[in-house]
């Protein structure tokens, strides 16, 4: 089992639409959590960042943690075809050197 | 927000030839760099991290002698691919942080080797 489960997709929805993109994980040490945007041929941008439980509001972004069922989601709200992309999530342990685990990326499409 | 630049962004070159890769944080000083490779349609592998000062940390399956990496500077890392091959063309994504905050990416280098 990997350590951090996602949904490849690739994933179409309509322009405005509330896209839900979710990540499972494994390891309990987990404490931060990261949502990346990849464009193609382009590297990963930070999108969130969080710590431990709890949501965090960012503009149209919402990203949620629940350690309890280790389960982690980015909601995307009035999607628009810029946000087509591929959304990674990350993780990593506290300790200023610990190693980030990515997960494998959700292809999103937004149709006008 | 934190910038980091990567250079080149596209690289052609004849098998047996070395190559280099830069990466530098333009508004921040980075602590630990790390060089990732990325297959189509594939995650971010992680190839080595490098603390300023030190030498690189290579993950397991990953030639260090094949792969150089130099963290010479807080703002500066190099990744040369030596005497590289056609396997060895890939995507090559450098990212940079600053003690435990997340990473920055920079835009990557697309290697082709003939």
């Known amino acids: 089992q990997k350590e951090v489960e996602q949904d490849p997709g690739p994933l179409s929805v309509p322009e405005g639409a509330i896209v839900s993109l979710n990540c499972t994980y494994s390891n309990s040490a987990f404490q931060y959590f990261m949502w990346y945007r990849q464009y193609s041929r382009k590297g990963p941008e930070l999108l969130m960042y969080t710590y431990s439980s709890g949501n965090k509001e960012d503009g149209r972004f919402t990203a949620q943690v629940d350690k309890s069922s280790k389960y982690i989601s980015l909601f995307i709200r009035d999607s628009q075809p810029s946000d087509s992309a591929t959304y990674l999530c990350?993780?990593?342990?506290?300790?200023?050197?610990?190693?980030?685990?990515f997960g494998t990326g959700t292809k999103l499409q937004v149709i006008p | 927000g934190a910038v980091v630049s990567q250079h080149p962004s596209w690289v052609i070159c004849k098998s047996g030839t070395s190559v280099k890769i830069e990466c530098r944080s333009l508004?921040?000083?980075?602590?630990?760099m790390f060089w990732y490779r990325q297959f189509p349609k594939q995650s971010l592998m992680l190839m080595a991290t490098?603390?300023?000062?030190?030498?690189?940390?290579?993950e397991q399956g990953v030639e260090k002698d094949k792969f150089l990496i130099n963290h010479a500077s807080l703002t500066l890392s190099t990744l040369t691919v030596t005497s590289a091959h056609p396997e060895d063309s890939s995507f090559y994504i450098c990212?940079?942080?600053?003690?435990?905050?997340?990473?920055?990416f920079g835009d990557g280098t697309r290697l082709s080797i003939l």
């Open positions: 508004d921040f000083q980075a602590t630990t």
């Open positions: 990350a993780m990593k342990a506290p300790g200023g050197y610990q190693k980030v685990t």
């Open positions: 990212s940079a942080a600053s003690g435990g905050e997340p990473q920055h």
């Open positions: 490098s603390n300023e000062g030190s030498k690189a940390t290579y």
